[in-house]
């Protein structure tokens, strides 16, 4: 079955500091993957996402994202946190079959100033 | 603008009532979808619609309802049957065949 698993459930990182939320997946076949970050009582926004080709992908406020096939992994890395950066943070796999979203489990974000 | 609202922000309902909440796009998007979340849980789906007059279960769809009578709309109903109904509810479409979602800003629902 196909599954999201994101093992962090808060991380807190001083402001400046780099940070990296992991993500595995379980997906028989090419995986899409997707990484969407959540305000309090807000709906979630696209940070990034991964279809094919280049491995490393860029996405908005400053983000990016590695695919990488044998780990079954797409972890989450920016090289230098701003407050404004501590939300919830969901990685995605979607189906390709039904155009469905799998979500794992969030990855809370606290800055330390 | 184009977007998808959903109302209202925040709903309190007695145990034992059926209660409804609202999804309507105008970004003209054939799929929409219903997402439950809780916190440590993620987002489940629990409906999902990918052309009016049709819709399908997720994975959590105990307990809930839905219709797709028109293209704009994918109202969800919480019936009385849903054994622990409060949570944030998410709505979401995106256009067909395609990952591009777009969300609502959700609904909280409080049952006591």
């Known amino acids: 079955a196909q599954s999201v698993t994101q093992p962090d459930i808060h991380i807190t990182v001083s402001e400046g500091a780099s940070l990296e939320l992991r993500c595995n997946y379980s997906y028989g076949a090419t995986p899409y993957l997707f990484w969407y970050v959540q305000s309090p009582g807000q709906g979630l926004q696209l940070l990034l996402k991964y279809f094919s080709g280049d491995t490393l992908v860029q996405g908005i406020k400053g983000f990016e994202a590695e695919f990488k096939r044998s780990q079954s992994s797409f972890n989450l890395r920016k090289p230098s946190v701003h407050w404004s950066d501590a939300a919830e943070y969901f990685c995605?796999?979607?189906?390709?079959?039904?155009?469905?979203?799998?979500f794992g489990s969030g990855t809370r974000l606290l800055v330390r100033p | 603008d184009g977007g998808i609202t959903q109302s209202p922000k925040y709903l309190f309902r007695k145990e034992g009532q059926n209660v409804t909440l609202s999804c309507e796009q105008n970004?003209?998007?054939?799929?929409m979808y219903w997402y439950r979340q809780d916190p440590g849980q993620g987002l489940r789906l629990i409906y999902y619609?990918?052309?009016?007059?049709?819709?399908q279960k997720g994975d959590i769809a105990e307990g809930y309802s839905v219709s797709r009578e028109k293209k704009e709309s994918f109202p969800l109903t919480v019936t009385s049957a849903q054994k622990n109904p409060t949570a944030f509810y998410l709505c979401?479409?995106?256009?067909?065949?395609?990952?591009?979602?777009?969300f609502g800003s959700g609904t909280r629902l409080t049952v006591v």
């Open positions: 970004l003209n998007h054939d799929a």
């Open positions: 995605a796999v979607g189906m390709d079959s039904s155009y469905k979203l799998i």
């Open positions: 619609s990918q052309i009016v007059n049709d819709f």
């Open positions: 979401a479409s995106s256009p067909a065949g395609d990952f591009g979602y777009t």
